[in-house]
């Protein structure tokens, strides 16, 4: 067990809604990193927070959009959803706010079916 | 820019024998490498890393070498065994950058 929980463990939709996926970090840990992980794919950084502040961006649609709160829970909500969305969708943390030079330790994932 | 690719997409390999996994980035910058094994339906589990400044580093029953010299990271698994059935993803980052992960290799053990 990494320590990070991700809530829901699946979730089944249909095109055109919306979702929020949501995380809580390891104890201890500020930063949050969002990614998605398609079939056989690698995983794709999303975005990252650090202690409620967005820290780095990486490949997320503008249809997405994430948070973090005061408790340094992280949500992220996926609109408009499509076809192609459907997919894995990971949660990290770490101590530290750079994202590099330390473990990112994973949640077991969200799986997301659009349908 | 950026990119970590994995020569091989799978892997075979006799239960106790020896497993290596190989990696090529791309970016000579990057300064952090790192080795994740993702078993079916679960997140990914952090397995070795290692630091630009290094050649080598152990774990329990793996190694990770790093040549930087022409950009390639390898992961060897000693004594394979079917609990190490998984896809393995390389990793790299460059200060203040996230890491970008490779497509990944999936080993599967022969018993």
């Known amino acids: 067990d990494s320590g990070v929980t991700q809530t829901p463990k699946h979730l089944i939709t249909a095109t055109g809604q919306r979702v929020t996926l949501r995380c809580s970090p390891r104890s201890g840990d500020l930063s949050v990193y969002w990614y998605q992980q398609s079939l056989d794919q690698g995983l794709q950084f999303l975005i990252q927070y650090y202690n409620g502040e967005e820290r780095a961006k990486g490949n997320i649609l503008e249809r997405f959009s994430a948070q973090q709160f005061p408790d340094l829970h992280s949500e992220l909500n996926l609109s408009s959803l499509e076809l192609g969305d459907s997919a894995l969708y990971f949660c990290?943390?770490?101590?530290?706010?750079?994202?590099?030079?330390?473990?990112?330790?994973f949640g077991a994932g969200t799986r997301l079916s659009v349908l | 820019g950026e990119s970590v690719g994995l020569h091989l997409p799978t892997l075979s390999v006799q239960e106790g024998d020896n497993s290596i996994i190989n990696c090529a980035y791309s970016n000579s910058a990057s300064d952090y490498f790192i080795w994740y094994k993702q078993e079916s339906g679960k997140g990914p589990q952090f397995i070795i890393d290692i630091r630009s400044n290094m050649d080598k580093r152990q774990g329990q029953r793996v190694t990770v070498l790093l040549n930087k010299t022409v950009k390639h990271l390898s992961l060897q698994i000693a004594a394979t065994q079917p609990g190490d059935s998984a896809v393995y993803f390389c990793?790299?980052?460059?200060?203040?950058?996230?890491?970008?992960f490779g497509k990944g290799t999936r080993l599967s053990v022969i018993a």
């Open positions: 990290a943390s770490s101590v530290n706010p750079t994202g590099t030079g330390e473990t990112q330790y």
């Open positions: 990793a790299e980052s460059l200060l203040n950058t996230p890491l970008v």
